[in-house]
């Protein structure tokens, strides 16, 4: 955004709490690698120029990346600012945060999806005896105890974490529910080249659907390494974890799972097979299918005939228990009535119900890639356009100090 805002001459600020990268410096495991290939971080003009497109970076190769965009395009950045209130006034906004305060005709809040864990309300019952963490805490298998442990949630992160923890010799035992299966690779290419090539992945909200539920779906399992594997269920019981339905409540020490695993998995293995039709259909329709290897199909998921539906979390056999039950963003700082019942903030694509306040990187935004670094580009050249032309429909008004401001 401050690029696309740079390119319109439009004068703003950066914001941010901590360094640049901070979410990616300071809040992701040691191991975490993109799960988007190098070449699908496309910022705008800045693209990938390594010599390996297709491989995934590493955490430190993510911040170095960022970091030197915010360089590159010398993004007027103001670090260990953290922003803690945000009031509406007859001129714009006021943006009150620990160093000073910054008065803006416009405010683009760009803090992130993903600030805080989220936690089921069953964790409450969950024994004194055993040790919890979430994605966000969790750095590497060392910093666990030994014994057994319990990966809620089988989206990118809980998969990942899981074969990771269960890799170092701690028994894992995985409990899921709707999920998002898809291969790492497809007919020799990466599944996100066929998403970006197919146009799914430019699917506009306002073309599908139901957007509210579209908008709380799990990230896909997938993971970045070397070799290019598939993390995915059955790769997972092939290691040895074991699998169970959704963890439904723990009541004296007892956790129960929901019966549901089989039918979670078929509608995922379902959603799959859907996926690789049309991406078979539009290969065919781009006369692709001399140059890659033929459609094929899964094997579909494999689930024990009877998975137990409880577990005795007092008997020892369980140290440790991992929430990978997805993130929610922090607007507490916020002042502006926008929020709905559910804590979100109202936009259409971004667009904020708050005359000059626009909203960035949270999931299908403004299409299906808003969530990834990749989405980023597109929605900044829409949102920096509107936000322009607010401000010239605004101009009669008086000019403060800063035009605009991106929070994060
Ligand atoms: C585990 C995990 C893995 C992911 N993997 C990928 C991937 O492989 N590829 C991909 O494209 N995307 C991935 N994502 C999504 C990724 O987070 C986004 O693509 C990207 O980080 C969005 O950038 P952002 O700037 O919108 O948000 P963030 O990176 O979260 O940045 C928000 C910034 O705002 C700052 N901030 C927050 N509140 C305040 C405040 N009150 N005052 C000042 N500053 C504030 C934060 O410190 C932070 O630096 C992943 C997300 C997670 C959680």
């Given at each position: 955004?401050?690029?696309?805002?740079?390119?319109?001459?439009?004068?703003?600020?950066?914001?941010?709490?901590?360094?640049?990268?901070?979410?990616?410096?300071?809040?992701?495991?040691?191991?975490?690698?993109?799960?988007?290939?190098?070449?699908?971080?496309?910022?705008?003009?800045?693209g990938y120029e390594g010599d390996d497109p297709d491989g995934f970076r590493t955490m430190p190769e993510t911040i170095e990346f960022i970091e030197r965009y915010a360089q590159v395009i010398s993004a007027p950045v103001r670090t260990d600012t953290t922003v803690t209130s945000v009031r509406s006034t007859d001129e714009g906004y006021v943006v009150t945060t620990t160093q000073g305060d910054w008065r803006c005709r416009t405010v683009v809040i760009a803090s992130g999806a993903c600030n805080i864990a989220s936690v089921p309300p069953v964790a409450?019952?969950?024994?004194?005896?055993?040790?919890?963490?979430?994605?966000?805490?969790?750095?590497?298998?060392?910093?666990?105890?030994?014994?057994?442990v319990l990966v809620v949630g089988a989206s990118a992160s809980g998969t990942q974490i899981a074969a990771e923890i269960h890799r170092s010799g701690r028994p894992v035992t995985l409990a899921l529910g709707e999920h998002i299966r898809v291969p790492r690779v497809y007919r020799g290419r990466?599944?996100?080249?066929?998403?970006?090539?197919?146009?799914?992945?430019d699917e506009f909200y306002s073309e599908v659907d139901n957007i509210d539920r579209v908008r709380g779906v799990p990230s896909l399992q997938l993971a970045g390494s070397d070799d290019r594997r598939t993390v995915d269920l059955n790769s997972?019981?092939?290691?040895?974890?074991?699998l169970r339905g959704r963890l439904a409540g723990i009541n004296g020490g007892k956790a129960q799972f929901s019966g549901s695993l089989?039918?979670?998995?078929?509608?995922?293995?379902l959603k799959m097979n859907r996926l690789l039709d049309r991406i078979d259909e539009w290969a065919t329709e781009n006369q692709l299918d001399d140059e890659v290897s033929p459609p094929h199909r899964f094997e579909p998921t494999r689930v024990e005939?009877?998975?137990?539906?409880?577990?005795?979390?007092?008997s020892g056999d369980i140290r440790t228990i991992v929430w990978a039950t997805g993130f929610r963003p922090d607007h507490s700082w916020l002042d502006v009535p926008v929020f709905?019942?559910?804590?979100?903030?109202?936009?259409d694509g971004g667009v904020v119900e708050a005359a000059g306040m626009y909203l960035m990187g949270i999931p299908f935004l403004r299409?299906?890639?808003?969530?990834?670094?990749?989405?980023?580009a597109d929605d900044a050249r829409d949102l920096s356009a509107h936000l322009a032309s607010h401000l010239a429909g605004e101009s009669a008004r008086a000019a403060p100090d800063a035009t605009a401001s991106a929070v994060g």
């Open positions: 955004m401050s690029r696309c805002l740079a390119d319109r001459s439009i004068d703003h600020v950066v914001l941010e709490r901590g360094e640049v990268a901070n979410s990616w410096r300071n809040e992701r495991w040691d191991s975490l690698r993109l799960l988007t290939p190098n070449w699908q971080s496309r910022l705008p003009g800045h409450a019952g969950v024994p004194s005896s055993i040790t919890t963490l979430t994605p966000m805490d969790y750095r590497n298998p060392e910093q666990l105890g030994q014994g057994g990466d599944i996100e080249w066929w998403m970006d090539a197919a146009g799914v992945l997972l019981t092939d290691m040895g974890v074991k089989r039918n979670l998995c078929e509608l995922a293995d005939p009877s998975p137990p539906l409880g577990m005795d979390l007092t709905d019942r559910k804590g979100l903030i109202r936009h299409r299906r890639k808003s969530s990834l670094i990749d989405g980023a």
